[in-house]
């Protein structure tokens, strides 16, 4: 069933306490309830049941409050807050304390309150505040003033500061006169009667801007061209370039150039004012360094190569070529590991000029065959391995060559003489081809010597070619047998010999014919058959025989 609304609720007087109490209750049930949905937000419907149930209860309440406080609601009772204000309004005649919280408001809608949050306290106004006076005060100090005949806002104080706020106006702000002040409108800022250019009215192309001092926190753009009349600071890195694109960078890494660096005659690149890069003349160019070397490539580098020809102080002639060919006018000095020289150049005259081998030549290998040579001496050294039962072993022979006075016995005697000697500790000389040489071949301190057609052994004995055969000059002297190409003995053998028997030690000798012209000895003959012819054979003490022919 549905609840009907209490009938002296539609009677009661709007300035009474109870109607105040009444109103207050009923708000406050009204807004205690749960809310429905969003367009129901205090959970109750005017009008439905469970508002006319809290109407109810709060006249109730207010009736029973009001006529024990102030006779009202039907109470036969005086009341005992008939002193105070009733809720409905009223004068004060003496003073009003709330010194535990203070609220006001109109409309059932509060307006001003005193509050304590944490450790602060305050008033707390929610609606406008109109002050009918001309001034303001905070801390007993005026803050604010206003001149009705001028319609002028003063702000008095040392300091004003808005902290982080922003200060709006669509008027005119001016700090001391505008004519030798600062002038502030929506439309200009002038500073003593000139303009103040900013980004609005100096961001055009048709303005001009001059000033002594200048400081940019954000980028600066510069369309046309720009003149330094001093010196130029940029100390957080650079870029130039030309027609939009980067030619030089500068940055942490260091400088970066994309582009051509060109030098006029006479102009470069100096170290510490000295010049290390230099356009010496129209085509040349000139590396140094600033008094120490001129150290090309690092532990990064893997070559250095030459597109063109390395050459001297005038040059006029190439030391190295791009491809490697190698001419050193001047000297020539080799080394190896930092050790002593090995090979140099040298020049005394056009005559005496050449290369100096300071230690050894080898041929093939580092450990082939060696040249190697002093002032006076050249010696041929090789290692000859040596292999037998009895011994395998690596022997170092060595041969010299070296010219000294000659001691040769056919030496001139009206002039020195020389000799070229040859010194090996070899056993002996061994060719493969035939040895030929011009003059004669001879033995040191002897008159031995081969030459062309003869064999000398001294002046008086030699052996001479002749038409035929050779020529024999002194006596010749056999130990042994002397005997012709081919040999067999007895009556029918052939050719001739002298042969000592190894045995008895005599001497025989077997020719075909012998022709004795003058006397020949015979202490012992045997004959065989004898023919005289054209004289007569005569023997003397005996003669015996085998057989005997009768004459």
């Not at 304390?97 to 809608?109: K, Q, S, V």
């Not at 307006?111 to 106004?125: C, E, P, W």
């Not at 100096?356 to 040579?373: C, D, E, P, S, T």
Request: one cysteine or more; aromatic letters at 10%; hydrophobic letters at 35%.
């Amino acid at each position: 069933m549905s609840i009907e609304l209490h009938p002296d609720i539609g009677k009661l007087d709007p300035a009474s306490l109870c109607y105040s109490i009444y109103s207050q209750l009923y708000s406050n049930f009204f807004n205690a309830q749960d809310r429905k949905d969003d367009t129901h937000p205090w959970g109750v419907v005017e009008g439905d049941d469970t508002s006319a149930r809290l109407k109810n209860t709060a006249f109730s309440f207010a009736a029973a409050i009001s006529g024990s406080v102030a006779g009202e609601g039907g109470s036969d009772n005086g009341g005992i807050l008939l002193g105070y204000l009733k809720k409905s309004g009223g004068d004060m005649a003496g003073v009003l304390r709330a010194n535990y919280g203070f609220e006001a408001g109109i409309g059932n809608n509060r307006i001003f309150s005193l509050y304590k949050d944490g450790n602060s306290s305050g008033v707390q106004i929610n609606g406008d505040i109109r002050i009918g006076g001309n001034n303001f005060y905070l801390g007993d100090e005026k803050v604010l003033a206003y001149d009705h005949l001028t319609a002028t806002t003063y702000i008095h104080g040392t300091y004003l500061d808005t902290g982080n706020a922003s200060i709006h106006s669509n008027g005119e702000i001016i700090f001391g006169s505008k004519q030798s002040g600062v002038y502030i409108s929506p439309s200009t800022v002038l500073v003593g009667s000139y303009p103040v250019y900013h980004s609005g009215n100096a961001n055009q192309a048709a303005i001009d801007w001059k000033m002594k001092n200048g400081m940019i926190s954000g980028n600066l753009q510069v369309t046309g061209s720009t003149t330094l009349n001093g010196m130029l600071h940029s100390l957080h890195g650079a870029e130039l370039g030309v027609d939009g694109r980067t030619i030089l960078y500068i940055n942490k890494a260091g400088t970066t150039l994309s582009g051509y660096l060109s030098f006029a005659v006479g102009y470069g690149i100096k170290i510490d004012n000295i010049p290390v890069l230099i356009r010496a003349n129209e085509n040349d160019i000139q590396l140094g360094a600033v008094g120490g070397d001129l150290l090309l490539a690092n532990e990064h580098t893997n070559k250095i190569r030459l597109l063109a020809g390395l050459s001297d102080i005038d040059g006029d002639n190439i030391l190295v070529s791009k491809y490697g060919a190698g001419y050193f006018p001047d000297a020539l000095t080799v080394r190896h590991h930092y050790g002593n020289e090995l090979l140099s150049s040298y020049r005394v005259d056009d005559a005496d000029e050449g290369i100096v081998i300071h230690h050894k030549l080898r041929f093939g290998a580092y450990n082939g065959v060696i040249l190697q040579g002093n002032k006076e001496r050249l010696d041929f050294i090789s290692q000859v391995e040596y292999t037998s039962p009895e011994i395998n072993e690596t022997t170092e022979c060595r041969t010299g060559f070296e010219h000294g006075i000659s001691t040769s016995l056919y030496r001139p005697l009206n002039s020195p003489s020389y000799s070229l000697f040859i010194k090996s500790d070899a056993d002996f000389i061994n060719t493969n081809i035939p040895l030929e040489v011009k003059g004669h071949v001879g033995i040191d301190s002897s008159l031995t010597r081969l030459t062309d057609n003869c064999l000398y052994f001294n002046s008086e004995n030699y052996l001479l070619s002749a038409t035929g055969g050779i020529k024999h000059y002194g006596n010749a002297y056999f130990k042994n047998s002397l005997s012709s190409e081919h040999f067999s003995s007895g009556f029918a053998g052939s050719g001739w010999a002298i042969l000592r028997n190894e045995t008895t030690g005599n001497v025989a000798a077997t020719f075909d014919e012998v022709t004795v012209r003058k006397k020949m000895r015979i202490y012992e003959m045997e004959v065989q058959k004898m023919y005289t012819t054209n004289g007569s054979l005569w023997v003397s003490d005996s003669c015996s025989g085998d057989k005997v022919e009768k004459l």
